[in-house]
């Protein structure tokens, strides 16, 4: 394991036992086996450190990458629940740290000084939705008129929003209590998504609408 994975680990435990507040890059580096010097060698700083754990180093992160690829050979009511569910997981583990950051002015705006940096943030979670949605498209399961960049935008927003809900109120404000969630996220916009049967020739033919206008 590399001394950057150690760094991010031991970060990950810290935060989820003792919150993001009262993790010092003192601790980290006792906890990772490192001096603190190594800490911000490898990152620069503390908010540079949250960025890559979101980024990186949260296993809920990787969890979402790995959905995406396992999706893509699924049907696309069935592999978009599996993304959608992993992505619910990911909003509930990182909107913790994210508040706590927001939290101390001065960390984030390391916070998002390190992510404009490094090209990584928030919409990387957004377009890896959008590409996952166009390879279905050319796997001939999306419909060519949907508006790929708005609809990975309503999805990835209303898990947002969801996880926000559940972590202020309660799951039970969620529609049907958060029953099923993902099914009823995705069930509500399969009939824009989905070929319609018997209409696959004419849905290939149509104009594409330019995904980043």
């Given at each position: 394991?590399?001394?950057?994975?150690?760094?991010?680990?031991a970060?990950?435990?810290?935060?989820?036992t003792?919150?993001?507040?009262?993790?010092?890059?003192?601790?980290?580096?006792?906890?990772?086996?490192?001096?603190?010097?190594?800490?911000?060698?490898?990152?620069?700083?503390?908010?540079a450190?949250?960025?890559?754990?979101?980024?990186?180093?949260?296993p809920?992160?990787?969890?979402?990458h790995?959905?995406?690829?396992?999706?893509?050979?699924?049907?696309?009511r069935?592999?978009?629940?599996?993304?959608?569910?992993?992505?619910?997981?990911f909003?509930?583990?990182?909107?913790?740290?994210i508040?706590?950051?927001?939290?101390?002015?001065?960390?984030?705006?390391?916070?998002?000084?390190?992510?404009?940096?490094?090209?990584?943030?928030?919409?990387?979670?957004?377009?890896?939705?959008?590409d996952?949605?166009?390879?279905?498209?050319?796997?001939?399961?999306v419909?060519?008129?949907?508006?790929?960049?708005?609809?990975?935008?309503?999805?990835?927003?209303?898990?947002?929003?969801?996880?926000?809900?559940?972590?202020?109120?309660g799951?039970?404000?969620l529609?049907?209590?958060?029953e099923?969630?993902?099914e009823?996220?995705?069930?509500?916009?399969?009939?824009?998504?989905?070929?319609?049967?018997?209409?696959?020739?004419?849905?290939?033919?149509?104009?594409?609408?330019?995904?980043?206008?």
């Amino acid at each position: 394991m590399s001394m950057r994975t150690r760094i991010l680990e031991a970060t990950v435990a810290l935060i989820r036992t003792e919150g993001l507040l009262s993790v010092t890059t003192k601790k980290v580096a006792a906890e990772a086996g490192c001096a603190e010097g190594t800490i911000f060698n490898q990152f620069g700083d503390k908010g540079a450190l949250l960025a890559a754990v979101l980024s990186f180093g949260l296993p809920e992160t990787r969890a979402y990458h790995e959905a995406l690829r396992d999706a893509r050979g699924r049907d696309l009511r069935t592999g978009l629940i599996m993304v959608i569910e992993a992505l619910l997981t990911f909003y509930r583990a990182s909107y913790p740290l994210i508040g706590s950051a927001i939290a101390d002015h001065a960390l984030f705006q390391h916070f998002s000084a390190a992510h404009r940096a490094a090209g990584s943030g928030p919409q990387l979670t957004l377009q890896r939705l959008r590409d996952y949605l166009s390879a279905q498209r050319e796997a001939g399961r999306v419909n060519p008129r949907a508006d790929l960049e708005v609809e990975a935008l309503f999805l990835a927003g209303a898990c947002q929003y969801a996880v926000w809900l559940e972590l202020v109120i309660g799951a039970e404000t969620l529609p049907h209590g958060g029953e099923s969630l993902a099914e009823r996220l995705v069930d509500n916009r399969m009939p824009t998504l989905a070929i319609a049967p018997g209409n696959d020739d004419d849905d290939r033919d149509a104009p594409r609408r330019p995904e980043n206008s």
